[in-house]
């Protein structure tokens, strides 16, 4: 049984499919598939952005994932094969969140929820000339019962020094707009420690020390992240995540974390607007200690990453030019900015649906940088507009010298390098007016 596994890439502005030469931050749902996939199957991993779609081969089945803009491309990849004979499966939090019909239109089944137990069973059901057109997850797979992930079915010529690994699933709070939320019901689950160890020794056998937790916030339990961050220090790794600000109130759990090989956090600052911050269901975040978190963050060698939202309902025209001196006061150095998007499935999109306020339901522009709600304050040409010009002046020459050039968090060479091929990829990507960070 010849089974393929594709990562669809994200879509343009434009509406084209995205292709680099290198993935730089690969996702874990394919690895991870893999390896509860039955020995018997001949597998094969595709991730689109960087690889081609071998559609002319001779493939039994076919599973799809996607985010966002991913999503409709899986779509347009399940229409392909299934144009072809071939049966095909399609999960995912998009797909989860999304009406069923949506997906259904272009697949044989869709598998709702998180899919390691599931998986199995459609290979079974293929097999046995009995798949289902849905799968629901019965109950979250035991956490601490996961596999090591597939990492020698990566395609590493392709990839560059990053691999994921996950500690923890899901998040604790509750923001409004966020498909994590909502795909996780709220639960924040955590692997075991030892369990840790031995796929970030995975992936060092892989060929790098470089590890990217794909966790959506893994320093917010601090008793259990202070002990994941000292198993983690004899394996002298570096790495990076995503996080909350609650961690800089801590000067321990930076010192700890920087020990433990931590050198850049992504933090969710979403608006410098109190009334911005309460209407998402996030105003724990304090703007008012933004400046002093940044700063403490770096004293202790943990550079800054920051997601910031415009277009919400307390945002006019000002906006743009507030986030602009955020980003360069702070000299943020890997900054991404979004327009607000209501994902299916989130409270955000059923409140704006119920409010006759989605303009565009074509998901294929879901990508973060359009805009397809109505907004309060903005005709939506003139928020578009000033997205990208926001964007523009943010990576300018002179602007990207102004946040990156300093070592305000004294990192290390390789770490420097990151920095700046992040901007260097990222104006790439503003220039073919690509939403920075969705590949």
Request: proline content about 7%; glycine content about 8%.
């Amino acid at each position: 049984m010849k089974v393929l596994l594709i990562g669809p890439t994200a879509l343009d502005y434009h509406g084209n499919p995205i292709k680099q030469r290198r993935l730089h931050l690969p996702g874990l749902t394919l690895p991870m598939l893999a390896a509860v996939t039955p020995a018997h199957v001949q597998l094969q991993l595709v991730s689109e952005t960087v690889e081609d779609i071998p559609f002319d081969e001779h493939w039994d089945l076919v599973g799809l994932t996607g985010m966002g803009s991913g999503i409709v491309r899986a779509w347009q990849i399940a229409d392909q094969f299934r144009a072809r004979g071939v049966k095909v499966v399609i999960g995912g939090i998009a797909a989860s969140l999304g009406k069923p019909e949506w997906t259904l239109q272009h697949a044989d089944a869709l598998v709702i929820g998180e899919a390691e137990e599931l998986w199995p069973q459609v290979i079974s059901d293929f097999e046995a000339g009995r798949l289902q057109p849905i799968y629901h997850m019965a109950r979250r797979p035991p956490i601490d019962q996961l596999p090591v992930p597939r990492y020698d079915l990566m395609n590493k010529s392709k990839l560059g020094f990053w691999r994921p690994v996950q500690a923890t699933r899901g998040c604790p709070f509750t923001c409004n707009y966020c498909s994590i939320t909502s795909f996780f019901e709220g639960a924040y689950r955590k692997r075991p420690i030892d369990q840790i160890v031995r796929d970030v020794r995975a992936a060092k056998r892989h060929g790098t020390r470089y590890i990217a937790f794909i966790d959506d916030n893994i320093g917010v339990d601090f008793n259990y992240s202070a002990e994941l961050w000292e198993a983690l220090i004899p394996e002298k790794i570096l790495w990076m995540s995503q996080c909350s600000l609650h961690i800089s109130e801590r000067p321990e759990m930076m010192k700890l974390a920087h020990r433990s090989g931590c050198r850049l956090l992504s933090f969710g600052i979403e608006s410098t607007n109190r009334e911005n911050l309460k209407e998402v269901d996030k105003e724990w975040n304090q703007p008012e200690r933004y400046r002093s978190a940044i700063k403490a963050l770096r004293q202790h060698g943990i550079e800054v990453s920051t997601e910031m939202i415009i277009g919400l309902d307390h945002d006019d025209a000002s906006v743009f030019e507030q986030v602009f001196d955020f980003i360069m006061n702070n000299g943020i150095p890997v900054p991404r900015v979004h327009i607000i998007t209501p994902v299916p499935g989130t409270p955000l999109f059923e409140n704006l649906k119920n409010k006759g306020r989605i303009v565009s339901e074509d998901f294929g522009r879901y990508s973060g940088g359009q805009v397809v709600y109505r907004p309060l304050h903005f005709r939506p040409e003139e928020l578009q507009a000033g997205y990208w010009k926001l964007y523009e002046k943010l990576f300018s020459w002179r602007a990207i010298l102004h946040r990156a050039l300093p070592n305000r968090a004294a990192l290390g060479p390789y770490m420097r390098a990151v920095v700046w091929g992040v901007n260097l990829h990222y104006r790439k990507h503003i220039h073919h007016r690509i939403c920075p960070g969705i590949v």
